[in-house]
């Protein structure tokens, strides 16, 4: 058995999508053009990009007793991350997301968190020695707060370095910051933790000075296109670390993968410093907006250049 060094604390939600020449208005009824399902949530889709860059992984997560459920418990398998953890109920279906596309490329999203809703402080405990045993814990927020909390404080009292993805952004409480080795929001996530507009490299340091005042060790801000940026409790001085300018074909999920390469390098490349560490998970998010889909379009470490892993 593969050895389990990351452990993710996170959603598992099955996309439908529905494309259609316009978004329907109440009570209209519309013919689609075409339809797909795809295997989404943020823990799982980071979860997926670290496993496929070599990561021994296990997914801490719960799924209904339904269809979806089994397939996406099948997916994980596939992508050869560790299951033990990941728990059915009969209570609630698998969270889904059932989405309309339009000629135009804008979206109506409904989000059902269904089963990871039903994801407890308990299920934490039972995977305990499971994290105690790891190098690095993932969370973000589509589970209950008080789960992921207690993953995080279970964590730091064993050592592990602790990785959060605010997502989605929402108000804190203190002791989720102190648990906090790295925070990792997006441009849109930091101004609603903050109040701080963050639009640019140059405005972002008042945010992080503020993420930072929290109690986070570490904080980086991801800019899209921009790149990140990103400071330290022992060196406040922002750092800039530009991305690779491409024609983005499908910029959805991007952000998970950015975190899941993240938290493979800060696991398997510690020798690395935390400027190169971003830029390289930097570089493999850049690489998965260049096909359509979520997990469809994060690649495998056979399709990245190997000096990455030097």
Known sequence: MTSIDLVVV???????ISYVP???VPGETLHGSKFSMGFGGKGANQCVMAARLGAGTVMIAKVGDDMFGKNYIQNLQENEINIDHVSRTAEASTGVAPIAVNDKGENSIIIVSGANLLLSSQDVH????VIKNASLLICQLEVAMDTTLEAMKIAKSHNVTTVLNPAPAQSLPDDLYKNCDVIVPNETEAEILTGIK????EDSQKAIECLLGRGCTTVIITLGHQGSVYATQGSRKIVHVPADEVVAMDTTGAGDAFVGALGYFMTYHKHLDLREQIRRAGRIATQSVLSLGTQTSYPYRKDIPEKLFN
Do not use: K, Q, Y
């Not at 996170?10 to 439908?16: A, E, Q, R």
């Not at 039972?126 to 020695?129: F, G, I, P, T």
């Not at 963050?198 to 490299?201: A, D, E, H, M």
């Open 22 to 24: 316009r978004l329907p």
């Open 10 to 16: 996170g959603s598992c939600n099955m996309d439908l």
């Open 198 to 201: 963050v639009t640019s490299v």
């Open 126 to 129: 039972s995977a305990e020695n």
